[in-house]
């Protein structure tokens, strides 16, 4: 961002994601005529930015299946068994970087592996720098969000009901939500 007054190459070296002041979210459309939205309560992360050379970056997240939150207990307790993210039997949900890549001044596309219920597939997201601060503690602090839409069948999350007006229940497109504050490690 041009009126940023931290440059890039300043922004080189280790971070960890804040999970207080991240979100890693999704939405899915339900019974076909509306959205349910929820998050993820527990993760952490770990990044390595290089400002010179966008290319050499890395991410690597690890998000607790069990944690998942839609605010209503009955179906949180069903998305975390088989019929969806199976977590007593796959607690994380990972992602690790395989490739970063400057798409313009204030986007960057990362390309990584997804595995969810043990099931891995390659996954690219935009996602947009919202800048980078100084915090009131004196730790450098970078933010990021983006969207992509994975498809739950992709990793083995089948269940449906069909509707008694045609469709069904849930719809297989998910859209994946991140909002993220790293901060520089000392």
Known sequence: ???????LTDLTGSYTIDPVHSRIGFSA?????????GAFNEFEGKATLDGDDPAKSQVSVSIAAASIDTRND?????????????????PN???????????????????????????????????EYNGA???????????FEGSVVIKRKDYGMTWN???ETGGVLVSDKVTLEVEVSAVKDA
């Open 93 to 127: 949900i990972t992602f690790h970087s395989t490739a970063v890549e400057q798409v313009d001044d204030d986007t960057y596309r990362l390309t990584g592996d997804l595995t969810i219920k043990g099931v891995t597939h390659p996954l690219s997201i935009d996602l």
């Open 29 to 37: 459309r339900h019974a076909m005529v509306t959205k349910v939205r």
């Open 161 to 163: 009901a069909t509707l």
């Open 133 to 143: 601060a100084r915090d009131p503690y004196g730790n450098l602090r970078v933010g």
């Open 74 to 90: 009955q179906r949180d307790g069903h998305l975390r068994t088989n019929d969806f993210l199976d977590a007593p039997n796959f």
């Open 1 to 7: 961002m041009s009126d940023n007054p931290i440059s």
